[in-house]
């Protein structure tokens, strides 16, 4: 059965960095690499909403209020995601989720995904 476990989160001051991961089982490394991969994230009391995206390819795409920020990537050979977030802000405080599905087109940040992880928490302080 597939599954995404996310690390990495935890606190951090207002300006600073922090890489999370997204590590997946239960794909073999073809199904990975065909896989588009997200994250999303949820802030309390608002709803969840999309981050950046990496297609199949690794073309990326991002929301407006992380771009220059935050940087996406994935490792095909390792079955892992990553997202690089630098300069960060209090607002940028929430769950963050790691999401999947399969695609061969262009992935988009906003794409409904079919598989999610359980989150991993990150708290910007001022």
């Known amino acids: 059965q597939a599954q995404l476990v996310e690390s990495g989160g935890g606190s951090v001051q207002d300006g600073g960095s922090m890489r999370l991961s997204c590590a997946a089982s239960?794909?073999?490394?073809?199904?990975?690499?065909?896989?588009?991969m997200g994250w999303f994230r949820q802030a309390p009391g608002k709803e969840r909403e999309g981050v950046a995206a990496i297609s199949s390819d690794g073309s990326t795409s991002y929301a407006d209020p992380v771009k220059g920020r935050f940087t996406v990537s994935r490792d095909n050979a390792k079955n892992t995601l990553y997202l690089q977030m630098n300069s960060l802000k209090p607002e940028d405080t929430a769950m963050y989720y790691c999401?999947?599905?399969?695609?061969?087109?262009?992935?988009?940040?906003?794409?409904?995904?079919?598989?999610w992880g359980q989150g991993t928490p990150v708290t910007v302080s001022s």
């Open positions: 239960g794909y073999t490394g073809y199904t990975y690499s065909k896989l588009c």
């Open positions: 999401a999947a599905r399969y695609s061969n087109s262009f992935c988009r940040y906003y794409d409904a995904m079919s598989a």
